[in-house]
């Protein structure tokens, strides 16, 4: 017993072409049946063979109607298999669908050939992959995040314990420590709702017309004193200036970012140096300092969120893992590019291309 589309399908087939055969059948009887009787009012000398005419005007018309019976019959049975293989790529997307919406992002339709049906659950295999891709980049997240979470407020914990149990005593310095873990905390956080708040529909960038190096040479002196701090020589070398439509709030936070990692990753006595080349149609950036630099499999996960060099995750050295996820997002809202040239042990080279 078919249901469903398929027993639609089959319906509709057999219905027009019963429809045509029926039709197609009446008139050919009809008209048989009129020219045989104006052929024996024209011809009277053929009234002494009516019985013939009769006999064979009824053959006739009994060819034509049991033809039409089982042309239907024939119909019908071609138009089962045929409605079959129709509707079972649709009856298969369907219950896929439903898998999907179920959970199992896993699963997948067969697709063979290259008609409108096959493109549809190729559409669907698509939709599946990328819907499982972002279920796994969500569940990554998730855990990153617990990750992340867990040290900070673990060492809040141990320390409000021990000072409560009179292990420790709240100490300038202790005190000091848990603020520094509070505000890592909130830094994480803040990073978060940026990233979420970017990668929202809503995410739009207030752009101007900009002078390039005004904005460089700005981000640097905020930087300056931590580079002096460090005992790091921060150095520009920049081209001549340019306008760009940028949003200038960004792209501020994008080279504090990058000198942010400079800082981290140098070592005390290291070289910081920001250089920018301009042509007829681009403008690249260049941030390279001497620290420790990124493996060569490193650079294809620097932009990803919450991902560190160190396989320890140390906070100390690592930061929040979210800052390189949010500058490339910056950059490309401008319809820029960012990448890494690194050389392990020798230094990091990030560089930023945007078109005039």
Same mark, same amino acid.
């Given at each position: 017993?078919?249901?469903?589309?398929?027993?639609r399908l089959t319906l509709i087939f057999i219905l027009a072409a019963s429809s045509i055969l029926i039709i197609a059948g009446l008139i050919i009887m009809y008209e048989v049946h009129y020219h045989?009787?104006?052929?024996?009012?024209?011809?009277?000398?053929?009234?002494?063979?009516?019985?013939?005419?009769?006999?064979?005007?009824?053959?006739?018309?009994?060819? =034509?109607?049991?033809?039409?019976?089982?042309?239907?019959?024939? /119909?019908?049975?071609?138009?089962?298999?045929?409605?079959?293989?129709?509707?079972?790529?649709?009856?298969?997307?369907?219950k896929a669908a439903e898998k999907m919406a179920k959970g199992e992002l896993q699963v997948r339709v067969k697709v063979l050939g290259n008609h409108e049906l096959n493109d549809l659950g190729t559409?669907?295999? &698509?939709?599946?992959?990328?819907?499982?891709?972002?279920?796994?980049?969500?569940?990554?997240?998730?855990? !990153?995040?617990?990750?992340?979470? *867990?040290?900070?407020?673990?060492?809040?914990?141990?320390?409000?314990?021990?000072?409560?149990?009179? /292990?420790?005593?709240?100490?300038?310095?202790?005190?000091?420590?848990?603020?520094?873990?509070?505000?890592?905390?909130?830094? #994480?956080?803040?990073?978060?709702?940026?990233?979420?708040?970017?990668?929202?529909?809503?995410?739009?960038?207030?752009? $101007?017309?900009? &002078?390039?190096? !005004?904005?460089?040479? $700005?981000?640097?002196?905020? %930087?300056?004193?931590?580079?002096?701090?460090? !005992?790091?020589?921060?150095?520009?070398?920049?081209?001549? !200036?340019? =306008?760009? +439509? #940028?949003?200038?709030?960004?792209?501020?936070?994008?080279?504090?970012?990058?000198?942010? +990692?400079?800082?981290?990753?140098?070592?005390?006595?290291?070289? /910081?140096?920001?250089?920018t080349y301009v042509d007829d149609e681009s403008v690249i950036i260049s941030i390279r300092d001497t620290g420790i630099g990124i493996s060569e499999e490193e650079i294809k996960h620097v932009f990803? *969120?919450?991902?560190?060099?160190?396989?320890?995750?140390?906070?100390?050295?690592?930061?929040?893992?979210?800052?390189?996820?949010? =500058?490339?997002?910056? /950059?490309?809202?401008?319809?820029?590019?960012?990448?890494?040239?690194?050389?392990?042990?020798?230094?990091?080279?990030?560089?930023?291309? %945007?078109?005039?």
């Amino acid at each position: 017993m078919f249901k469903g589309l398929h027993a639609r399908l089959t319906l509709i087939f057999i219905l027009a072409a019963s429809s045509i055969l029926i039709i197609a059948g009446l008139i050919i009887m009809y008209e048989v049946h009129y020219h045989f009787t104006m052929f024996q009012k024209d011809v009277p000398e053929f009234q002494s063979i009516e019985p013939l005419t009769h006999h064979f005007e009824k053959a006739l018309l009994s060819s =034509v109607l049991w033809t039409s019976i089982g042309a239907i019959l024939l /119909v019908g049975i071609i138009s089962y298999f045929v409605a079959k293989n129709l509707s079972r790529p649709m009856v298969e997307m369907r219950k896929a669908a439903e898998k999907m919406a179920k959970g199992e992002l896993q699963v997948r339709v067969k697709v063979l050939g290259n008609h409108e049906l096959n493109d549809l659950g190729t559409s669907l295999n &698509q939709l599946a992959a990328k819907l499982q891709l972002q279920e796994t980049f969500r569940k990554n997240m998730t855990s !990153d995040i617990a990750h992340e979470l *867990r040290t900070p407020l673990a060492t809040i914990k141990s320390h409000l314990e021990a000072f409560e149990d009179g /292990v420790f005593e709240p100490t300038t310095a202790r005190i000091q420590s848990l603020k520094t873990e509070i505000e890592q905390l909130i830094s #994480l956080v803040q990073d978060l709702e940026y990233l979420t708040a970017m990668e929202s529909p809503e995410f739009s960038l207030n752009k $101007k017309s900009e &002078q390039l190096n !005004d904005i460089i040479i $700005k981000s640097i002196d905020a %930087f300056s004193g931590a580079f002096v701090q460090k !005992d790091i020589t921060l150095r520009k070398e920049l081209d001549k !200036d340019v =306008v760009l +439509n #940028l949003d200038a709030k960004r792209i501020t936070q994008v080279f504090m970012n990058l000198f942010s +990692n400079a800082l981290r990753y140098t070592p005390r006595g290291g070289e /910081v140096l920001v250089n920018t080349y301009v042509d007829d149609e681009s403008v690249i950036i260049s941030i390279r300092d001497t620290g420790i630099g990124i493996s060569e499999e490193e650079i294809k996960h620097v932009f990803e *969120r919450f991902y560190r060099g160190e396989k320890s995750r140390n906070r100390e050295h690592g930061g929040s893992g979210i800052g390189l996820t949010i =500058v490339k997002r910056i /950059v490309e809202a401008h319809e820029g590019q960012i990448w890494v040239n690194g050389e392990y042990k020798q230094g990091t080279e990030m560089s930023i291309k %945007f078109f005039r």
